[in-house]
């Protein structure tokens, strides 16, 4: 970022935390940008340092999914298997953990592919992308009822690509890792 007068964070007047419960916590800013406008800003911190997502690839060159109930849209989704960071964790073995946890799989190599922050006017976290390749142990009846998965399920790169463009993969992270995920293949042939 440049040092122009535009660019500078804005001056935080007042800072409210309306919600928290050790897992999330819900603040509001209230701010005074450069032009001299004020405004609140009303945002979402996890309480763990990171999140992460995978993209799992089996041998036979299959991505694997976890299927888990998302209350906010009250449907069942298909999404990349991932999670929150623990504190003292890397971002690597995180993934590598959440993978296990989530699908069962052990991953023969595992490779950042990337960084975003999925909603930035919302949510304050970095999420670290992944791409786990020789993966083993697949299991279709793993399930976690802790993080309500109840099914792995394995796609053809095909079958992935037919159900994004249909609308039936709608999980934001996972699009972003999906994306993330065929650039890096592209870029290295």
């Not at 032009?35 to 340092?49: I, K, Y």
């Not at 950042?112 to 993966?135: Q, S």
Request: charged content about 30%; glycine content about 10%; aromatic content about 8%.
């Amino acid at each position: 970022m440049s040092d122009r007068v535009g660019n500078k964070p804005p001056e935080v007047l007042s800072s409210i935390t309306p919600y928290d419960d050790g897992w999330i916590r819900f603040k509001k800013d209230e701010l005074r940008f450069s032009d001299g406008s004020e405004g609140a800003r009303v945002w979402m911190e996890l309480q763990f340092p990171f999140v992460c997502n995978i993209v799992p690839v089996l041998p036979s060159g299959d991505i694997v999914f976890v299927e888990v109930y998302r209350h906010p849209v009250k449907r069942w989704v298909l999404e990349l298997p991932g999670g929150l960071g623990e504190k003292g964790e890397s971002p690597d073995l995180s993934a590598l953990r959440e993978l296990k946890e989530e699908t069962g799989l052990d991953a023969g190599r595992i490779t950042r592919i990337g960084l975003v922050n999925v909603d930035p006017g919302l949510l304050a976290h970095d999420t670290y992308v992944f791409r786990a390749e020789d993966c083993v142990g697949w299991d279709a009846d793993h399930s976690d009822s802790a993080d309500q998965i109840r099914g792995v399920v394995s796609l053809s790169p095909a079958e992935v690509e037919r159900r994004v463009t249909a609308g039936e993969l709608t999980h934001g992270p996972t699009l972003i890792a999906l994306y993330l995920d065929k650039l890096d293949r592209e870029r290295k042939g």
